[in-house]
C-alpha cells in the first residue's frame, strides 16, 4: 500500500458487493474515493437513523425546473455536502449543466484534489430531475 492509499485508506465497495473469494469486496485509492462521494451524493439527509445530517440536500430539488437557478442550487448543495462529509478532499469547482441527450437530467462535474497527493481529479454524477 503506497502512501496515498495509506491516507485515503480502503473501504467496502459500493454497492456491496463480494470478491471472487466471496468476502466483502473493498476498493483502495482513488475508488475509495470516488465511491465515498456517489455514497455522500446519493444521500438525504435523514435517510441515515444513526447520522440524520449525513448525505446532500439535492433529493429536495426533484422535479424541479430544469433551469439555471435548479443547476445552481444542485451545485451549491454538492459544494457544501463533500465540503462537510468528504474531508479527504478539497473540492475545486462544481458545476451542473442539462444533459444534451437527456433534458430531464443534470451533469454535475465535481473537479477535486486529493489533499494528500495534490493529485487532481473530476467526477461527473448524473442527477434526474424526474
Known amino acids: 500500500m503506497d502512501d496515498n492509499d495509506a491516507f485515503v485508506g480502503s473501504g467496502w465497495a459500493f454497492p456491496l458487493r ?3 473469494s466471496g468476502s466483502v469486496a473493498l476498493v ?5 474515493l ?3 462521494m456517489h455514497l455522500i451524493l446519493a444521500t ?3 435517510e441515515r437513523p444513526m447520522r440524520p445530517d449525513f448525505g446532500c440536500g ?3 430539488l426533484v422535479f424541479g425546473a430544469s433551469g439555471a437557478a435548479t443547476a445552481g442550487l444542485v451545485a ?3 459544494r457544501q455536502a463533500l465540503v462537510e ?6 473540492v475545486l469547482n462544481v458545476t451542473a449543466a442539462p444533459d444534451p441527450a437527456q433534458p430531464t437530467r443534470l451533469l454535475i462535474e465535481i473537479d477535486y484534489q486529493v489533499r494528500s497527493t495534490n493529485s487532481r481529479f473530476n467526477l461527473v454524477y448524473p ?4
Request: charged fraction near 35%; aromatic fraction near 10%.
Open 76 to 78: 451549491s448543495q454538492v
Open 28 to 32: 483502495h485509492g482513488t475508488r475509495e
Open 18 to 20: 463480494t470478491d471472487p
Open 44 to 46: 438525504a439527509p435523514g
Open 58 to 60: 439535492i433529493h429536495d
Open 34 to 36: 470516488e465511491e465515498s
Open 127 to 130: 442527477f434526474y430531475l424526474e
Open 85 to 90: 462529509w468528504e474531508p479527504r478532499v478539497e
